[in-house]
């Protein structure tokens, strides 16, 4: 099986670059810019093709991303501190964002025949993300079989769509993942914040795992907090 993996840089998707280089023919790492706040994610994406010995695209959509104003990944919006399941979170919606570029990475897939794109949504995602949730991913698996009807049979596969963050990492210990090379951080600093969301989240699934952290945190200590406040609140 020929694969493209979707692949941003952060711990999701560079786990997901290591399985398919295990479990398929890895033809490349397709990254994206589509305006977002910073591009570290996209170094740590070219660092994991180069180590897997694959080739790496940017795909500038910046004017499309121009579009898909509001959210404080892309606009001049406050990243807001917090469990990545809080309210709070859905500021950082890109609306449709998913759906764009798994378009996209299905064009390329069929242009170079391969069989699969491959994309790292999971199960902590569905709360927030609409194109993060099952429902999504067996539509656009459905749409896509329309659109190269004829032409290609290029298939969605998202292995972590049903699991946590945690089993993630478990995974990615059994692969051999360098997690110190991956970037997960919404602010971009010179270290992880350690308070964002997706910080939040990234230490979180790392001491459910029962895995050491390889991460430099700004605020190493801050998601015991939020995790704590996130459980008051559901209760």
């Avoid at 080739?55 to 990545?84: E, M, N, Q």
């Avoid at 990475?105 to 699969?116: H, K, L, R």
Wanted: charged content about 20%; glycine content about 8%; hydrophobic content about 40%.
């Amino acid at each position: 099986m020929k694969s493209i993996v979707i692949c941003s840089g952060g711990l999701d998707s560079v786990t997901l670059a290591y399985k398919m280089a295990a479990e398929s023919d890895l033809k490349r790492l397709i990254s994206f810019d589509y305006g977002q706040r910073h591009k570290k994610e996209t170094a740590y994406a070219a660092l994991c093709a180069q180590k897997l010995g694959v080739a790496h695209d940017i795909v500038d959509i910046t004017t499309i991303g121009a579009l898909l104003t509001g959210s404080a990944l892309t606009d001049d919006v406050a990243v807001p501190d917090g469990h990545y399941a809080e309210e709070t979170m859905r500021s950082t919606v890109v609306p449709n964002r998913n759906a764009i570029m798994l378009t996209i990475a299905f064009g390329a897939a069929a242009a170079q025949n391969c069989d699969c794109v491959a994309t790292a949504v999971h199960g902590g995602d569905h709360f927030i993300y609409p194109d993060c949730r099952p429902g999504f991913i067996d539509s656009f698996n459905a749409m896509q079989a329309q659109a190269l009807d004829g032409y290609a049979n290029v298939q969605l596969y998202a292995p972590f769509v049903h699991i946590p963050k945690e089993a993630i990492v478990s995974e990615g210990v059994k692969l051999n993942v360098p997690y110190e090379d991956t970037w997960s951080c919404y602010k971009g600093g010179e270290v992880h914040c350690g308070r964002c969301g997706t910080c939040v989240e990234r230490r979180e699934a790392f001491h459910l795992a029962g895995v050491e952290d390889p991460t430099e945190y700004a605020d190493p200590d801050f998601w015991i907090k939020a995790r704590a406040d996130y459980q008051a609140n559901k209760a």
